[in-house]
């Protein structure tokens, strides 16, 4: 996992002192985008990679060192972030890169900068706001015949949470949630065991938020799209923890605001099953 920032977007959330605020990002403005790019195999379709889904994965036909996912937004958009997961990258040393173009013939860097990847999990990149009506996300590096996936592909928009948090928050390590069958024997001896299923979750709780901020529509809209399951993406330090950025889909309850005292600020919790592969 890793967060790639432009010197732009560092530079504007370090002066409002937002650099290690958790941040959110669940509208995927490419799932409404004409969708181009490198041809696929069959069963690899382009959309699988918008659906919110990491079961259906993009899967280009590779025939070059490039493979390309393309979107037409058909006007300007403004995008200041970008993400993919549940994608094998690391495994073809592939590297990767979000770009815009106005005429869809010279493509700029968005300005966060390229990654190759360490590993198979979620990549994201923070820039400052681009309006732009072409976007793709670059692989280069491959090889011929490489079977490069990717299940979710999301260019969209991130929101900043205007509150830190310091503790009471377990990252993803290693998998949270390992269900086991055992084997002992009469005696109480251990006779080996074997994994039965296999997964991770986060819990974050964050206090003292602006009222305003909760109530804006900004959150209202990310809470409602909590509520109903969506997919979004979510880092809780993220300039100190840039490895700690996950794929997540709600799986307690309902995000819930209280309210925390005298001073018009709320509290939220948030539980969410984390996709982590890689």
Not at 157 to 168: H, K, M, S, T, W
Request: with cysteine; proline share 3%; hydrophobic share 40%.
């Amino acid at each position: 996992m890793t967060i790639a920032i432009s010197s732009a977007k560092w530079a504007d959330l370090s002066g409002q002192g937002y650099l290690n605020n958790p941040f959110v990002a669940w509208n995927n403005l490419g799932a409404s985008a004409t969708l181009g790019g490198t041809a696929v195999v069959t069963g690899g379709d382009r959309a699988n990679a918008v659906s919110g889904s990491t079961y259906d994965k993009w899967r280009p036909d590779v025939t070059t060192s490039e493979a390309l996912l393309k979107f037409d937004f058909g006007s300007a958009t403004s995008i200041n972030f970008a993400a993919i997961g549940a994608h094998n990258a690391f495994d073809y040393t592939a590297t990767v890169v979000v770009e815009y173009s106005a005429d869809d013939i010279t493509y700029t860097d968005g300005g966060a900068g390229s990654v190759t990847p360490s590993d198979n999990k979620v990549i994201a990149w923070r820039f400052a706001t681009v309006s732009a009506r072409y976007w793709r996300i670059k692989f280069t590096s491959l090889t011929s015949g490489d079977d490069l996936s990717v299940g979710v592909a999301f260019l969209g928009n991130e929101l900043v949470i205007p509150r830190r948090f310091y503790q009471g928050f377990s990252p993803v390590l290693t998998p949270t949630d390992v269900q086991l069958q055992s084997n002992v024997s009469v005696g109480g001896n251990l006779l080996g065991g074997s994994v039965i299923s296999r997964g991770s979750t986060i819990s974050a709780q964050i206090g003292n938020v602006d009222a305003s901020f909760i109530r804006g529509t900004d959150w209202l809209a990310f809470q409602t799209a909590f509520g109903e399951g969506q997919g979004f993406f979510f880092a809780w330090r993220p300039e100190k923890y840039a490895g700690d950025v996950y794929y997540c889909a709600r799986s307690g309850d309902v995000i819930r605001p209280e309210n925390t005292g005298p001073r018009d600020l709320m509290s939220i919790q948030m539980d969410a099953r984390v996709y982590a592969n890689g």
